[in-house]
């Protein structure tokens, strides 16, 4: 750490603790982050920094997986929770907010993304689970932050009250993205097509927990999965299944079609593939032929062109089956994830930073094994000639990602701001 | 007609309306009518009938298409409507009542059915719609009385307070019972197999409206179709699709060739069948390999040999795919028609009877075109040697059954009370 | 019967069953019949009819079904047996011959059809069938008269030879059409389009057997089937399956597709359809992706508009199963019959003249439960203002048709004979 | 090369050609080489050595992919070509011959394995093929051999001469064994479960070919793939598909909706897995509903958990397949093929003697990505204590195996045979 930048540990640590609990008792899932958007947006307002919103940070066209009817509730909700007025006609329906610290001085632009989503699970009731017994649970039912989100916002808010602190210490310019909806890659395309990180040199980014341990930071994990996510919906024609079986365009037999075939997509030469069915919707009455079906599902490849190959034999299929029983197709991209590949300087500059900053074990290598839409900011950044970095800050859990009884190692947040720091000091006197 | 029986049939006419009105405001749909079972077990006590629940009149593991988590909702809220709770306790949880007015005279068991239940539709809010503008509209949303059980009910109880008070006048036995459950052909088997209607020499039920103008008496309606209706219930082994998609056992999968297959049930030689799978319902996550899968469907036949092919093949069918794919098959009956064949010497004595009831015009034969669970009723009838008869009321409609439009021709309860009052008193002195 | 024609029945009685005979020991299947048609050809020539060939009686381009490897080979068969050469030039490829008796004096246009083709059926090798023991049996393996079409052929040689003798009591124009390719009703439609009936006052056809006893003439037979026959053939890439499964577009699965979704075709509620996939020849290698699959079916509705509803999906989904696995689909019709209805004049003349024909009883109506491209010619005779009848001439059998112990009672030729004959001499001076 | 065994080179790599020469002309594919066989015996059995039939080498119950009405052909064909009547009463229907040298002295036992199968392919009639230009194409249309076991034969027999030449330099036991139907890996597992190669301390094994260039041995070829193939026989019932379809248990549809359901066996977590249907055939008639379908298809894993995994879902599939519809199933396997691990000393060993044995280049691991049956053999000698090794012997080849052009550069015989003495001779002095 250089000594450009100056840390009370104690009080930093304890703030990032408070937020955290703030941010764990009001989830909101995918592009619903309203309330989350508008405290987020009240603190660095308040710190100081300059506030982007919507269209600014999110290219409205790319938005994937986004719900109206839930959206509504959402804001709705978030205006009963108390969120700002003013935030909320900036965001104009988007949630997220990026914000910057321009110092004025010549330098490096540095950018650092955080997610701010919690997933749709219901929290445990269990009293040994500490956000219960400690009083800071999820508000609302059926959603809560299972995926330690709430300590990523928490980490991007400390790093941005730290460089308030220090602002004439820093040169070159801050951007800090608190990035929506990152479950089920729904937004990354769109933060990257915004072109808001078009002028970044350096991009990090973290995900605490994923089995890795208290204490040991991740410098370039692998193997992020490449996947589509998709809905498929078909439209028919009613009519009574007694009377005229015939007149009617049956949407649920379209989608049985279209299942059983998508599942029997050939195996590929060259590596992994998958595809899953997880939902399927049809039909109202017993005694109707179906007018509407929907499918909710996913392809997967370990590399972009095997998630591809089956992504198109999923639209072929699709599309055939349609025709095939005279239905009407609409397939809504609902999340994609591209491959992530880390910048080899800044690994060996985290690899450098990571004991200094709290960590008392530095790993290289892990395998990843899921998706993240990271992947498309961090592609954004290197087409435009920026360096870009994905790791891991290791926390013991209570139970795995997306668990009902999931909670983490809330020691463990300070070292990530630490690290963030010494990488924006290291890098604004020693460019990589 | 015999001079036994006295009627004014102004204030019959007026109070008929009145129950009619009352029972349309308190719908409840199949095997949750505890409010209204509780009223009519009122006003049948009050006039002095001998009543039976429960049990005695459902053959409580024949019961089709009951749905626990509904019907203790159903308990509640008719609890809330003022239900009487004696009643509620002799239901014991099974809708629906039976009374009897014993004359201590020789002659013959009469019983007449009546059935009660609502079904699952929106009732119309334009003020056009004269529930909504008389204000007797449904007050439980998403359920109104659309087929007409209200006047059934209305005409049952017309027929019991017009026997009571020429109770003198009676000889043998009379049996009415308030059948809950018809739609959907729930609960017909359940009352045969009590063995409530075995001693019975003549038994009348009949239907409103069913596209037969005000004023025509139809005595011998054709055609009614035999029908199963049937849920599947697959269950699987949930796995992560990216991680290990052979850890799972897909429900869905299962369901979705059962479907296909199911649909390709062979044609039969001996003339009409059907096949429909109406709803389906699978899966939670995207990601998951679903666990669990739901089928609605439903067979038909144009006689009961045809139905019974097409169900076994739908058993046959689903089964093997359950076991294709590795999954548990639950098949749950939720309905069952068979045909319905009048006595002949009963469509002669209501065809004798109509135009002193006041009706208008009388035909013998017009096509049915659906199912009945009469039909289990009259075949019970009929095998212990008894007669049964199911007509048909005309009504001019506002709309057709089971639109949330569907309104009836008040008007033409009473010509059917005094058709069956007619009919009792004839028979008491004439037997066929 | 007019006084106009003599026969010496006996010789005419045996000269049927050597006709017969001989042809039975020569059969020729579909599109084959060079040998038969030869022989034809020369007996009528001889009898000095004007013969028109090929084009003249057959438009090309609405042939369905024709293997020209089996055309090929059938020829040179035909050769061998002894078929004459001019004839076969003049045939060009195409088998039957019509023949043309002008009397030259004025009259009506009176024409017979007689059907010519074999079956591909193994006849009996069993001591007691009687072209067995007679000497007379198939002299080609797998391909014999089984339906009785050599006794169709040797009772319109009957009719040209008695027609020829009685030449100056003629008046009007005689035309005799010996028609290839009835078996999958593949010629009719070519037939009826040559134009080659267009000129018909009266058009005479029959089939012997078909469940008539011996004696019994039925004169209207009721309810011929609508059909369609098609090959689909799907044409995809071969791959190694075990190298690079991804890499092939397969064929067979396309087809397997396509089977279980035809037999789904929803029913309809007018009425009976039928559809039936009789063969699926696919693939070579165990370990290769099949490039090529064949499926052989058909699609039955007891009306043309039923029929036509089953063979539009049959096409929708074929196609749809062919884009969904990537391959190309030919769809090659093979046979085809509309509906036939008799005119009721003829039926009454038949049914006058036939107890003075030999035959000891008259049926008028019979159901017919199968399919005739005679149809086709019915139609068209129809269309262009003539009038036309088919009806059955009785005949005991040894065993059902297409069976290979099948066999006829050649008694019964005679019969038929003497009703065209009485027929036409019939309508030369009584118009009806 | 120890001094004790010496061969006159340029007589046996003549020798060698003209052996290989003779065995392509008569080509026999698996399990009808019964002139195969009876030539090979009469060779060995005039070198002296002792002669072991039928069930001493292969386990009879144990055969897979073998079609008796083939074999009936064969044999037949075999005596028309001139095998020995002793030989075929030896052989009692089952080809192929193990020969055993017993030097009467202590010594190891070495096995050496040669397969003598040709395969169903049409040998290319281009006048550049070299079998056609010098006169020893295959004399029996549609087999040829394609994949260089004519070859492996004459290397056998160039081995058994050079070895009954030099009988009393040699000590303990040589076995030679002249394996049949390794195509399609039928034979293997019989082989090793007739124990006849129980007591062999040393077995040797090799493919000419295998894209390895002329001059090259590779001495550890890996990954052997796991394989399954079998054969699905569905025996439904017949009925007209137009008159009663109802009647049918229709085989075709039953063995679609198993190629559907097999193409969709989920992929597996731990690696490749394959699944192939390579040929369907069903059916007679096109109005018939079919009784009969018959499926070939084969699995493939990387290892033998997912083969299994793979081929029990076959079964599970196609059991149920059958269930549905109402049919009955016959699994015939056809083949099996498991891992194959050469042991490392003999590995080195071969290392060691291949430039002295005539080869120029010694390579030791080369990807297989095939199947063999030899895998058999190797795990049964080496549950036994043995050791064995399975090598790659180089040739230029015409044109790919199993292709009409292939050919081998015969050349590349001479090697293998010395190679395979130079093994014999060292392990007889120094065991490894």
Chains 1, 2, 3, 4 share one sequence.
Not at 102 to 111: F, I, L, M, S
Not at 251 to 259: E, F, H, N
Not at 395 to 408: E, P, Q, R, Y
Request: charged residues 20%.
């Amino acid at each position: 750490m250089t000594e450009t930048i100056t840390i009370d540990e104690n009080a930093l640590g304890q703030r990032l603790i408070n937020h955290r609990r703030e941010f764990h008792r009001y989830p909101e899932s995918a592009w619903c982050e309203f309330f989350t958007t508008s405290r987020i947006a009240g603190l660095l307002q308040s710190l100081g920094y300059e506030l982007h919103f919507s269209d600014a940070i999110i290219h409205r066209d790319t938005i994937m997986g986004r719900d109206e009817a839930e959206v509504a509730v959402a804001r709705e909700r978030a205006m009963g929770w108390g969120a700002d007025a003013n935030f909320m006609a900036e965001m104009d329906g988007i949630t997220g907010v990026g914000a910057v610290l321009d110092t004025g001085r010549p330098g490096p632009v540095v950018a650092l993304r955080f997610d701010i989503d919690a997933v749709e699970v219901r929290e445990s009731q269990e009293d040994a689970h500490r956000p219960r017994f400690l009083g800071f649970a999820s508000l609302q039912p059926g959603v809560t932050h299972a995926c330690g989100h709430d300590a990523h916002t928490a980490i991007g808010l400390g790093v941005a009250e730290t460089l308030a602190a220090n602002r004439d210490a820093l040169c070159g310019k801050i951007k800090l993205l608190f990035q929506p909806a990152e479950e089920g890659c729904r937004a990354g395309k769109a933060v990257a097509q915004s072109g808001w990180l078009d002028d970044v040199d350096y991009l990090f980014a973290a995900h605490i927990g994923m089995n890795v341990p208290s204490g040991t930071l991740v410098c370039d994990p692998q193997h992020f999965l490449c996947s589509s996510k998709f809905d498929l919906h078909f439209s028919g024609k009613a009519a009574h299944a007694g009377i005229e079986p015939n007149a009617g365009c049956n949407a649920l037999a379209a989608a049985c079609t279209a299942v059983t075939q998508m599942l029997a997509i050939p195996r590929h030469r060259d590596g992994m593939t998958r595809v899953n069915v997880g939902q399927f919707h049809a039909g109202n009455g017993r005694n109707v032929i179906p007018a509407k079906a929907v499918l909710m599902g996913e392809t997967r490849g370990e590399n972009r062109t095997l998630n591809s190959y089956m992504y198109q034999q999923v639209e072929q299929i699709a599309r055939a089956a349609a025709q095939m029983h005279g239905v009407a197709l609409e397939i809504k991209t609902q999340g994609e994830a591209i491959g992530l590949e880390n910048d080899p300087t800044l690994v060996e500059l985290l690899a450098q930073l990571g004991l200094n900053s709290g960590f008392s074990q530095i790993v290289l290598e892990k395998d990843f094994g899921a998706s993240e839409d990271a992947g498309y900011l961090v592609e954004r950044v290197q087409a435009k000639g920026g360096k870009a970095i994905y790791c891991l800050i290791g926390s013991d859990l209570a139970a795995g990602h997306h668990s009902g009884d999931f909670d983490i190692d809330e020691s463990r947040m300070l070292p990530a701001v630490k690290l963030f720091l010494n990488a924006i000091s290291e890098l604004q006197t020693h460019p990589v």
